[in-house]
């Protein structure tokens, strides 16, 4: 999640991790975004137990040690009360600007409020916010395109394999923006195939523990399901655990993740039920948020330049047994990856 995109346990880092990542000696020494100050810039992530948020915490350290900048983390674990603290103790530690992946609507909301009254700058991270005065908008995943390819890859599959229809169950997390948008993506890709049918949805929390046994509870209503979209793979990986107890035989069964985990393409890779992953870029975004930051705090960048731009959504490639191989090189930065990080603006 960027989003939420997660295993949402306890971290110990619920306090303010700080980690000093940028130039070392006197605050004029300069780095990749040109010198001045070293500034500090503040980061609010929902978590650090899951792969995607490690490989966004590394790829904020990464370029805030190119930029010359320091960094300081704090997790709010998707508690609203928790982002809106981070935000307060961040401030109050002289952070110059912000990163926020909300924990919902209100507590961004809340948190661009005091931010604007201190003079610090906050880019939207985790999912689209409304866009507004101080707040750089949204850099990451494009979630309804990803879940447009997503059900498109479904219902070719469907086509294919099933004569066109399938009974379809799909696993979503309805406090996060990110999962809406990737089901009503997912529902209007798998329209392709119109024999398709969406016969159960349910709150799998983003959390495998509890999507396998929302899955388990569709199947008692819904037995003959036999195609299940988890809007992140922790999601699908509950659910095809919950397919697999049923008996369900893997050559008429698709599971469709979406995230771009290892584990996820380790099933690929089996060649079972598991048969593709949408990929989110977290290696991609992280790099140009903070450095966004880091130039508007050293005053090299203004946020209206940002907020006449809009959002930046990323691509999100497609992982199937063709090009998984490449995909398990991939060591969660931009020079690893197969593909090259692409950018497009406000079509979603």
């Not at 350290?61 to 935000?87: H, M, W, Y």
């Not at 700058?121 to 990451?140: H, L, W, Y």
Request: aromatic content about 6%.
């Amino acid at each position: 999640m960027r989003r939420a995109r997660y295993k949402l346990g306890v971290v110990a880092m619920a306090a303010i991790a700080a980690t000093g990542v940028g130039a070392c000696g006197s605050d004029d020494s300069g780095g990749g975004s040109g010198g001045g100050k070293t500034p500090t810039i503040g980061v609010i992530q929902i978590t650090l137990t899951h792969g995607y948020q490690q490989i966004l915490n590394n790829g904020y350290k990464a370029q805030a040690k190119a930029d010359g900048a320091n960094v300081r983390f704090c997790i709010n674990n998707l508690e609203p009360s928790k982002t809106i603290k981070c935000a307060e103790d961040l401030i109050s530690a002289g952070v110059d600007a912000l990163i926020v992946a909300p924990a919902d609507e209100a507590s961004f909301a809340a948190v661009a409020r005091l931010a604007k009254t201190r003079n610090v700058p906050v880019v939207n991270d985790g999912s689209p916010q409304k866009i507004q005065e101080n707040v750089v908008p949204f850099t990451g995943t494009d979630s309804l395109g990803g879940g447009r390819l997503a059900g498109q890859f479904g219902a070719k599959w469907i086509k294919d394999h099933l004569g066109g229809s399938a009974q379809v169950g799909e696993l979503t997390l309805p406090t996060f923006t990110d999962c809406v948008n990737r089901n009503k993506g997912f529902r209007a890709g798998i329209a392709d195939a119109p024999g398709a049918k969406i016969v159960a949805s349910a709150n799998g929390s983003g959390l495998r523990a509890k999507a396998l046994p929302a899955t388990e509870n569709m199947l008692q209503g819904q037995p003959g399901i036999n195609v299940m979209f988890g809007c992140n793979d922790d999601s699908a990986l509950g659910a095809m655990s919950a397919l697999k107890g049923k008996g369900k035989n893997p050559a008429q069964t698709l599971v469709i993740g979406f995230d771009g985990t290892a584990e996820a393409f380790k099933e690929i890779k089996k060649g079972g039920m598991f048969r593709a992953d949408i990929v989110q870029r977290p290696d991609c975004y992280s790099r140009r948020m903070m450095n966004i930051a880091t130039k508007i705090a050293r005053g090299q960048a203004k946020v209206e330049e940002y907020v006449k731009k809009g959002y930046y959504f990323v691509k999100t490639p497609v992982v199937t047994n063709a090009n998984v191989d490449k995909w398990l090189q991939w060591q969660g930065t931009p020079e690893t990856a197969p593909e090259k990080c692409v950018f497009a603006t406000n079509h979603q």
